[in-house]
């Protein structure tokens, strides 16, 4: 079992920034790509970002390309999220996952853990 836990999350006003990260614990296997994603109220689960193992492959959704950067340190199991220039839209639920496949990958079916989640909230 996989065990991760997000934090950074919080209320910001629209332009600013902000960092989430992700913490793996528990029985991590690699080399295993992860992602995060966002639910805002009354919608599904969505794609922003998701990361290879190497680090080398990275997907974004095109509503925060040029905005937000997925990275990760191996040695820290950790996967972080840099959010900046947010905007109003950008709040929802922000939620890290990983899954078993060393590629990234857009679809959440594909993941086979998840976080609780932390919650950014923009205001303009």
């Known amino acids: 079992q996989v065990q991760l836990v997000e934090s950074g999350g919080g209320l910001v006003q629209a332009g600013d920034s902000l960092r989430l990260s992700c913490a793996a614990s528990?029985?991590?296997?690699?080399?295993?790509?992860m992602g995060w994603f966002r639910q805002a109220p009354g919608k599904e689960r969505e794609f922003v970002a998701a990361?290879?193992?190497?680090?080398?492959?990275?997907y974004y959704a095109d509503s925060v390309k040029g905005r937000f950067t997925i990275s990760r340190d191996n040695a820290k199991t950790t996967v972080y999220l840099e959010m900046n220039s947010l905007k109003p839209e950008d709040t929802a639920v922000y939620y890290c996952?990983?899954?078993?496949?060393?590629?990234?990958?857009?679809?959440?079916?594909?993941?086979?853990?998840w976080g609780q989640g932390t919650q950014v909230t923009v205001s303009s």
């Open positions: 996952a990983v899954t078993r496949a060393a590629a990234p990958l857009r679809s959440r079916d594909r993941y086979d853990y």
């Open positions: 528990g029985r991590t296997f690699g080399p295993n790509a």
């Open positions: 990361i290879s193992w190497s680090g080398v492959i990275i």
